[in-house]
């Protein structure tokens, strides 16, 4: 079980930012891709971004249009998703996840990982 810790939702408006934070066990061979998820009511989960914990570039679902940015603090054993520029089909709960690897093809696919958190709660109000 590797224990996974999302904060940082909330409620916002139209246009505005986010900062989600995943704490994360540390750099092990079961974290070596760490993912940001979403689901809204009614609709599969979905990818949103995702990076490799020893660096390289992330990667972004198309939806994300440049608004969103994963990044990593080893030395904090965190993964964030600041989030800018929301709107309201943002509007979903945000999950963390972790995969001991994932081709970088899939990365964004929910079935490559076998760790996640509880989720944290995103509403974007028009």
């Known amino acids: 079980r590797v224990p996974l810790v999302e904060s940082g939702g909330g409620s916002v408006q139209t246009g505005g930012s986010l900062r989600l934070s995943c704490a994360a066990p540390g750099n092990t061979s079961r974290t070596n891709c760490m993912g940001w998820f979403r689901q809204a009511p009614g609709k599969e989960r979905e990818g949103v971004a995702a990076i490799y914990t020893a660096g390289g570039d992330p990667y972004y679902a198309d939806f994300v249009e440049g608004r969103f940015t994963i990044s990593q603090d080893n030395a904090k054993n965190m993964v964030y998703l600041q989030m800018n520029s929301l709107k309201p089909e943002d509007t979903a709960m945000y999950y963390c996840?972790?995969?001991?690897?994932?081709?970088?093809?899939?990365?964004?696919?929910?079935?490559?990982?076998?760790?996640w958190g509880q989720g944290t709660q995103v509403t974007v109000s028009s």
């Open positions: 996840a972790a995969a001991p690897f994932a081709a970088p093809s899939l990365v964004l696919y929910p079935e490559e990982y076998n760790y």
